[in-house]
């Protein structure tokens, strides 16, 4: 064995043990990724999981998921005016390709309501309903709680300089999508 510059012994397996992220040994991981990237995709992936596990705790109760959750929230923000059903797809934080399905169990609970335009009978515009707006309320303080408990253990400096690496990923993520595949040259 050498002596390692970095305070190690410079044994293999104790620098391979010393490297073991979290996230490798919340999923008990033995080998390592195989590129620093691929452990940090599925460290957001497994970090954004067990906040959401968090949060359908505080919504679970009251018989809705954290989709349906966003899905009143996006309807709330949009007042009197409600918004189509496609829009409502495209702003939420999951991709949800049963959108249908989701405002239908809303819609079944009395937490929401559609209407079809009288202009274009295709289109469907969503609303939050006044039992929608009180379960809001009533999921408020806590929900409040449980996001702010998500990322407690950072400073404000720590979750400024964090958020600003998402935003650079999902920016990057948006930019490649839309771009042309090899198809649409």
Do not use: W
Not at 26 to 54: K, M, N, W
């Amino acid at each position: 064995m050498s002596a390692n510059p970095n305070g190690g012994t410079g044994n293999r397996d104790e620098s391979r043990e010393e490297s073991m992220s979290g996230v490798r040994a919340e999923i008990a991981q033995r080998r390592p990724f195989h590129s620093l990237g691929a452990e940090v995709a599925v460290s957001i992936l497994r970090t954004a999981a067990v906040i959401e596990r968090d949060f359908a705790r505080v919504v679970s109760p009251s018989g809705i998921t954290v989709q349906q959750y966003n899905v009143l929230r996006i309807l709330r923000g949009a007042g009197e005016e409600g918004l189509p059903t496609l829009v409502i797809r495209d702003r939420m934080i999951h991709e949800a390709p049963g959108i249908t399905r989701l405002i239908d169990k809303l819609e079944q609970a009395g937490l929401a309501r559609r209407e079809r335009t009288s202009s274009d009978r295709r289109q469907v515009f969503c609303y939050i309903t006044p039992a929608g707006l009180t379960l809001l309320k009533e999921l408020e303080d806590e929900m409040a709680a449980a996001d702010d408990a998500a990322v407690a253990m950072l400073t404000a400096d720590e979750q400024r300089h964090l958020l600003h690496l998402l935003d650079a990923v999902r920016a990057a993520h948006t930019h490649a999508a839309a771009r042309p595949t090899n198809g649409g040259k």
